[in-house]
């Protein structure tokens, strides 16, 4: 994971991997900020959209208790989880017998919230050991990264300005011309976003992993598809707006998934992903308004949620990276 920074403020212009680490999670960062909304009040993401998607994730969670022979604890660590939504839902989701065996962790940079289940442990590192299911939703596109362009890393000052910064160290060039060839390096290629630390940081999260199964869930790109000019942007208050490294909005970059896989990794998006666990937006149909009209509108609005949860353009587009730990393949 990456290390905390020194603080918000910047003499002048640094790398952009050290201007996010500052404005995200250094003392009054945007994610650390006591007394904030958290993500919620910024951004909607596919646990605010719909109770749906936890009840999802309690599925693969039983499935994983499945895999594992229904063992008297069972881990559920959510990696990036903001005020505890994701946990709160998956808990109340699960059938009671297999609730009373989890013992679900909370990791997050930020204090504990206020009113969170008191089952929940709340740790700023994945616990070492786990045995169960790791879920990481929308939290490597807030890992800080570098950005590269005509063979020089990107610098931005603290109001957003950039400029031409140093030559690409070894390590960097060469994640650049195995995973986004070109761009970044060649002059005129375009810019890129070097995904290097994402990597390192999804390989320690899963390397936590005893036996189980992690799964990060984020936007996403592949190598036959990077965008040429890169996605970094900020949000504000439910807008998106210029990503400016001050402190006062989200920063945040797509995820080159296909660079974080692991040996046995699986990828998809959240359309299939969400329809391989029970998430369907068809309608119900028609006859069922007029024999029981109150089940009918309850149904109707769950497809309309789950129409969104697995929208074509939207959150449906999502990256799912499966990757097992000494179980079996999901999708099986």
Do not use: K
């Not at 909370?106 to 289940?117: H, M, Q, T, W």
């Amino acid at each position: 994971m990456s290390t905390q920074g020194e603080g918000t403020a910047q003499a002048g212009p640094v790398r952009w991997r050290t201007a996010m680490e500052r404005a995200l999670y250094g003392p009054d960062g945007f994610y650390v900020r006591p007394g904030g909304p958290g993500p919620a009040g910024h951004f909607r993401t596919s646990v605010h959209a719909s109770p749906l998607y936890a009840r999802a994730v309690a599925r693969l969670l039983l499935w994983v208790d499945g895999e594992l022979g229904r063992p008297e604890e069972l881990d559920l660590v959510d990696v990036g989880a903001g005020r505890g939504e994701l946990l709160a839902g998956v808990l109340a989701a699960l059938p009671p017998e297999t609730a009373a065996r989890v013992r679900p962790y909370g990791v997050e940079r930020a204090g504990r919230p206020a009113g969170l289940d008191g089952r929940v442990r709340w740790v700023s590192e994945p616990p070492r050991g786990t045995r169960g299911l790791l879920f990481a939703n929308e939290w490597l596109d807030n890992v800080p990264l570098d950005l590269a362009e005509d063979g020089a890393y990107v610098e931005v000052a603290r109001d957003g300005t950039e400029s031409r910064g140093g030559p690409l160290d070894g390590p960097d060039r060469a994640w650049l011309e195995r995973w986004w060839p070109r761009a970044g390096v060649e002059a005129g290629a375009g810019r890129a976003e070097i995904g290097r630390p994402r990597d390192e940081a999804w390989a320690a999260a899963v390397a936590t992993v005893e036996r189980g199964l992690a799964v990060a869930v984020d936007y996403a790109h592949t190598r036959d598809a990077r965008p040429p000019f890169g996605t970094l942007t900020g949000f504000r208050a439910g807008r998106e707006t210029a990503p400016v490294p001050d402190g006062s909005c989200d920063v945040t970059a797509h995820v080159a998934l296909d660079a974080c896989a692991g040996p046995g990794a699986v990828l998809l998006t959240q359309r299939d992903a969400l329809a391989a666990l029970g998430v369907s937006g068809a309608r119900p149909p028609l006859a069922l308004a007029s024999t029981d009209p109150v089940a009918y509108v309850r149904a109707l609005s769950l497809a309309g949620e789950a129409a969104e949860l697995t929208a074509r353009g939207g959150l449906g587009d999502f990256g799912w990276l499966v990757q097992p730990v000494g179980v079996g393949r999901w999708p099986g």
